[in-house]
């Protein structure tokens, strides 16, 4: 903010404002152009004039120690007649008419455009403080995908990790998968922490937050003079609906494409 003014006429232009302290009250008000101020002797222009800002659309800006707001939306006070703030929080605001900073507030950072998530990329994002997501409680700590293609609003609750670019699976290819914690899939599968698991569809894919990417298989192609010999490391059901034992030997003789 600009330095304030001594001059006992101020000149307000549209769109601009200045903060006056009443030294009498020791409380600061905001006056808004366009109007021709003029000040009482026991009155000082702390600030200004500056310039409202101004939230074009597909744009946001956010406030620290933001005002306190009634339901009907208008600004609260205290019994003093000074401004109410919410010190310490932010606020997020979005394309609306030009406004003032109230006496406190702070613009952090500048206007910013909305971020839009390319499609085969994901936002990575964070829970820092508790909130509900529609239906959904999400508390401080957790992790979830924001998937492309789509425009981001941000939240003051929710911090963004890093951007997340999908892994193109071709053709003859496996993503083998390991689960961080025990989560459903998307398919709807039920995982444990440490379980592992392919991904065969060819395409792009999106690891989730609870999914670790171990690494990127070729396929094995197999012919009338190629086999392969393979060891279950665990109990499990393999491509074929065949139950296969821990520890047990599998040979592997038929003319076909095998992922392990």
Known sequence: MSRGSEAAVIRIKPHHYVHVLDNNTNV??????????TRKDHETVISGPDAMIMIPPRHYAIISNPVVKSETGEVAREKSGQIRLRHGDEEIRFQQDPFPLYPGEKLYGKVSPLQ???PNTALRLRVIRNFTDGEEEKNAGDEYLFEGPGTYIPRVEVQVVEIVRAIIVKPNQALRLRAKKAFVDKIGV????????????SGGYLPNVNEEVVQTLEAYILTDKKALHLEATNT???????????????????????SV
Do not use: M
Request: zero cysteines; charged letters at 25%.
């Open 190 to 201: 039920n995982r444990k922490a440490g379980e592992e698991w392919l991904v065969k569809e």
């Open 236 to 258: 499990f059901t393999d491509v074929f609906g065949k139950e296969r034992k821990a520890v047990s030997y599998t040979h592997l003789t038929l003319p076909t494409i095998y």
């Open 28 to 37: 600061t008000r905001v006056e808004v152009g366009p109007q021709t101020f």
């Open 116 to 118: 839009v998530v390319a």
